[in-house]
């Protein structure tokens, strides 16, 4: 827990009963929100509470249809972000805002004053000298093309720390670090909030909630429930006010012998979209009955591996098998016809159609159960979709609505729902609860053990090591492509994990 108290320090920031309404919803119903100088405020809230909304009123992306928003003391009108930026708030997108092409030094001056306005060389000497006094490593002349997620987010706090935001805003910013990573990012924030500014940390994660918080909002469907110290509450009592009702955080799990392998890739290598390594001689196989969880940073080969397995991405070498057939050369249908599900990280992009309802998302994968010639059985399209959603409690306004319209955790329920029902036998599953709230995440985890406890052989790749250590029998750690090492989920070490992630270590054994 933070001992750090803001004492009675200036407020930075004052919303007062902020209104925000888009067709058909309200997003913020008269929320008051203030952050102090020397404070870190954590903002807590299930998807669609309206934490990004708030933010983005004070970013100056959105115009609130009422309410205040003042800035050390001053009422503020924010009409584009470029004149919240001169107002002193910076904020980190959980979607970065970066210039592939551009090289860090030149995206940490775009839409900076024109004071800041430096020769090429003397901008790159100025990045460089703000990035060692943080302890942030990056190159400022590297292309953002050739960083990592997680190197990108440091281009993102790079650019607030050099436009020399009073406030900053961090929007779930640990989703692409290992654990040492968080943990530096942590002292960065307190450092930041030392120099009398304001942080506003925006996070899933009630761990680092409690590590790093003075103070604690929590908004419900669009309404601010309760402001409290975080001396003031624990886990429990943040996920019921978030959620309005109590919350497992560790789902129970049973053990049992795990039967035959399932699922075997043996010496994949790979390219990735730019056509350099991503798979360098990848040899895994997953068992009947278990979980066997990869983790890693982003950008180390995890998209590239399920991409692999599915049969979206030609592997230079290498093969893949289900129940032991091998299915190297197969197309996708073949695999899928053989057994395999498949839940991609990118599920508006992979998969779902995100302008298509709930019927024609869910025949897109059982579009044979319903022909009848060269028609379509609607009526018994409906009725078995109708009986997904009842069955995987997803929540939407029609079955006919576009998915794109679904909060994120009932898509991603959606789209398990779908693989889920061919009744696979291997089961990749990427990155499942990335963004959800803690309600939608555990209704997630405890469907990926129902199936494990059925005896699908899981491969679970996620960034978030906690899910992974509750979730899995075996873990899986990939760096640069690379599979650093295998070890059992009970008892592991997280210290030896984050090392292995960050490929300064291998399995011990």
């Known amino acids: 827990m933070s001992t750090h108290d803001p004492g009675p320090a200036e407020g930075a920031v004052e919303l007062r009963g902020i209104v925000k309404r888009f067709p058909g919803i309200v997003a913020n119903d008269n929320v008051d929100f203030s952050v102090a100088r020397g404070e ?277 070498s290498g093969t893949v098998a289900i129940g032991g057939r091998d299915l190297s050369a197969s197309t996708p249908a073949e695999r899928i016809s053989a057994g395999l599900g498949y839940v991609p990280e990118d599920r508006l992009g992979t998969g779902l159609i995100p302008s298509l309802g709930c019927i024609d998302n869910v025949m897109l994968k059982r579009t044979d159960e319903f022909a009848r010639g060269f028609f379509i059985n609607k009526q018994a399209a409906e009725a078995a979709t109708s009986e997904l959603v009842d069955r995987f409690d997803v929540k939407t306004s029609s079955l006919h609505s576009p998915v794109s319209l679904m909060s994120g955790g009932n898509i991603q329920k959606l789209l398990l729902a779908r693989e889920l029902s061919a009744g696979p036998g291997a089961l990749v599953v990427a990155q499942p609860t990335a963004g959800l709230d803690v309600g939608a995440t555990e209704a997630i985890r405890r469907l990926l053990l129902e199936q494990r406890d059925a005896g699908v052989a899981v491969l679970l790749v996620s960034e978030d090591l906690d899910e992974l250590l509750s979730l899995c029998d075996r873990i899986a750690v990939m760096y640069e492509g690379k599979v650093m090492g295998v070890v059992g989920a009970a008892g592991a070490d997280r210290e030896q994990i984050g090392l292995m992630m960050a490929g300064t270590a291998s399995d011990p054994a």
Do not use: C
Not at 242 to 269: C, Y
Not at 275 to 300: C, H, K, Q, S, W
């Open 40 to 316: 870190v405020h954590a903002l807590l809230g299930e998807n669609g509470a309206g934490k990004t909304t708030l933010m983005s009123i004070l970013s100056g992306a959105y115009r609130p249809d009422a309410g205040t928003v003042s800035v050390g003391g001053r009422t503020m009108s924010f009409r584009s972000p470029k004149q919240a930026i001169e107002a002193g708030i910076g904020m980190v997108h959980q979607h970065f805002r970066l210039v592939q092409p551009l090289s860090v030094a030149e995206n940490v001056l775009l839409g900076a004053p024109s004071t800041f306005r430096l020769a090429g060389n003397a901008t790159e000497d100025r990045v460089a000298e703000l990035a060692e006094a943080y302890g942030i490593r990056v190159n400022p002349s590297a292309k953002i093309w050739q960083l990592s997620v997680g190197e990108q987010q440091r281009v993102e706090i790079l650019k607030a720390l050099f436009r020399e935001a009073s406030v900053l805003i961090l929007d779930e910013p640990t989703a692409v670090l290992t654990p040492q990573e968080a943990t530096h990012l942590f002292s960065i924030m307190r450092r930041i909030a030392s120099e009398d500014r304001a942080v506003i940390f925006i996070s899933h994660k009630l761990d680092e909630v409690m590590a790093v918080a003075d103070r604690v909002t929590v908004l419900r469907a669009g309404r601010g429930v309760a402001t409290l110290t975080i001396g003031e509450s624990d886990k429990a009592n943040l996920a019921r006010l978030m959620v309005g009702r109590e919350v497992m955080f560790r789902v129970a799990r049973s053990d049992h012998d795990a039967g035959a392998p399932r699922l075997t890739v043996k010496g994949l290598i790979a390219t990735g979209d730019l056509g350099l390594p991503a798979l360098r001689d990848v040899t895994l196989e997953v068992r009947a009955g278990e979980i066997l969880g990869v983790a890693g940073v982003a950008g180390n080969g995890q998209r590239e591996l399920t991409e692999v397995i599915a049969g979206l991405r030609p592997a230079i």
